[in-house]
């Protein structure tokens, strides 16, 4: 039995990357989406083959064709429709982030645990090839033991449009939008979390959008990580460096979606260097959940994983606001 997927926000995302998933997977079917406006539900259904379009994503969690709900809509407005697709019994893969803030990320994650359904998060960055490798040797021991991590990501210096420059809609600026992803890689690199941080917004520690969030972590293993994910730098190169007691890990020009670069792992006297490209990042995301659903598993990126995140970005929102060392997750 192939999942039944419902989509509710069909703008770029959507378009571009998450229906040409559900629709490219063998294990998925595209049966209905929701926008706010009829016509353009209709047209984004004819172009991606659902069986139904509508207006009301209430309406939607009662068609018994969806198995399991894609959200693709602003960012805070994430952990009211994940409740709602919750107790409809409708597994969720919600975009990042859970929600603006850990409180109602939290709940979200409540919800899905009380309704026995999946919560899996579009965190794409960790199904690029290159990186199951280098988790796979980070845990191997081929670099020994993690000592520090840099790593950068950006689209580039457009400054965000639309829902992003409302902060009640996007809760952070770049933070949320480019950010969030290298968080997340870490931590699934490291198998290890954040426990302090401290962070510098170039718009200084006003309420205002960052387009650049600059941030320094403390892994619980005692790595320590820089992480630099903004929307401000035009000739960004999206690369991660990681340093172990014994060797390192380069991934040039590979932390964004679409690229193509190199990987090098250097263990002791062996070096092993190879091309990958990352163009297939959302369809192994749409697959591995739809395939963790079939099977019963937990997903990967996991409903967890989404709210360790946006605890990690209170903290970093709290720490560039006050100018403080801030804990994360307290
Ligand atoms: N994983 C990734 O790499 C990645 C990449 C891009 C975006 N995202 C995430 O995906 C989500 C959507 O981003 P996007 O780039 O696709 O944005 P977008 O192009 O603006 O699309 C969002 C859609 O949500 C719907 N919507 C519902 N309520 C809305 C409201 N109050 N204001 C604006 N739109 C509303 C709109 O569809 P209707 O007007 O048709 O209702 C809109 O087209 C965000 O959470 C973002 O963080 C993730």
Same mark, same amino acid.
């Given at each position: 039995?192939?999942?039944?997927?419902?989509?509710?926000?069909?703008?770029?995302?959507?378009?571009?990357?998450?229906?040409?998933?559900?629709?490219?997977?063998?294990?998925?079917?595209?049966?209905?989406?929701?926008?706010?406006?009829?016509?353009?539900?209709?047209?984004?259904?004819?172009?991606?083959?659902?069986?139904?379009?509508?207006?009301?994503?209430?309406?939607?969690?009662?068609?018994?064709?969806?198995?399991?709900?894609?959200?693709?809509? %602003?960012?805070? #407005?994430?952990?009211?429709?994940?409740? &709602?697709?919750?107790? =409809?019994?409708?597994?969720? /893969?919600?975009? !990042? @982030?859970?929600?603006?803030?850990?409180?109602?990320?939290?709940?979200?994650?409540?919800?899905?645990?009380?309704?026995?359904?999946?919560?899996?998060?579009?965190?794409?960055?960790?199904?690029?090839?290159?990186?199951?490798?280098?988790?796979?040797?980070?845990?191997?021991?081929?670099?020994?033991?993690?000592?520090?991590?840099?790593?950068?990501?950006?689209?580039?210096?457009?400054?965000?449009?639309?829902?992003?420059?409302?902060?009640?809609?996007?809760?952070?600026?770049?933070?949320?939008?480019?950010?969030?992803?290298?968080?997340?890689?870490?931590?699934?690199?490291?198998?290890?979390?954040?426990?302090?941080?401290?962070?510098?917004?170039?718009?200084?520690?006003?309420?205002?959008?960052?387009?650049? %969030?600059?941030? #320094?972590?403390?892994?619980?293993?005692? &790595?320590?990580?820089? =992480?630099?994910?903004?929307? /401000?730098?035009? !000739? @960004?190169?999206?690369?991660?460096?990681?340093?172990?007691?014994?060797?390192?890990?380069?991934?040039?020009?590979?932390?964004?979606?679409?690229?193509?670069?190199?990987?090098?792992?250097?263990?002791?006297?062996?070096?092993?260097?190879?091309?990958?490209?990352?163009?297939?990042?959302?369809?192994?995301?749409?697959?591995?959940?739809?395939?963790?659903?079939?099977?019963?598993?937990?997903?990967?990126?996991?409903?967890?994983?989404?709210?360790?995140?946006?605890?990690?970005?209170?903290?970093?929102?709290?720490?560039?606001?006050?100018?403080?060392?801030?804990?994360?997750?307290?």
């Amino acid at each position: 039995m192939t999942i039944g997927w419902g989509i509710i926000g069909i703008g770029r995302i959507a378009d571009s990357a998450m229906a040409p998933a559900i629709t490219g997977d063998a294990n998925s079917r595209l049966e209905a989406v929701v926008s706010r406006d009829e016509g353009r539900a209709e047209a984004f259904a004819v172009k991606h083959g659902a069986a139904a379009a509508g207006t009301s994503y209430e309406e939607m969690l009662a068609n018994p064709q969806v198995d399991a709900v894609l959200i693709c809509t %602003p960012n805070t #407005l994430h952990p009211d429709q994940v409740v &709602a697709a919750a107790r =409809a019994g409708k597994h969720v /893969l919600c975009d !990042k @982030p859970l929600g603006g803030i850990a409180a109602d990320a939290a709940r979200a994650l409540q919800a899905c645990k009380q309704a026995g359904v999946k919560l899996g998060i579009n965190f794409q960055t960790r199904h690029h090839g290159c990186f199951q490798e280098a988790r796979q040797a980070i845990a191997e021991g081929r670099i020994g033991d993690v000592i520090s991590a840099q790593v950068d990501a950006s689209p580039g210096s457009d400054p965000p449009g639309g829902w992003r420059t409302d902060a009640a809609l996007a809760g952070l600026g770049a933070t949320n939008n480019i950010a969030v992803h290298i968080y997340d890689l870490i931590r699934f690199l490291f198998d290890d979390d954040p426990t302090e941080v401290v962070a510098m917004f170039e718009s200084g520690r006003a309420e205002q959008l960052e387009r650049l %969030p600059m941030v #320094l972590m403390r892994f619980s293993r005692g &790595a320590l990580v820089y =992480a630099n994910g903004n929307q /401000l730098t035009p !000739k @960004p190169l999206n690369d991660l460096v990681i340093h172990g007691t014994r060797g390192r890990i380069d991934a040039r020009g590979l932390t964004r979606p679409g690229q193509e670069g190199r990987m090098r792992i250097v263990s002791g006297e062996d070096e092993t260097e190879r091309e990958y490209s990352s163009h297939d990042a959302y369809a192994r995301t749409l697959a591995a959940f739809s395939h963790a659903v079939s099977e019963g598993r937990e997903p990967n990126p996991s409903g967890l994983d989404g709210l360790r995140s946006v605890q990690l970005t209170d903290a970093i929102r709290r720490s560039a606001r006050e100018g403080l060392v801030v804990p994360v997750g307290e």
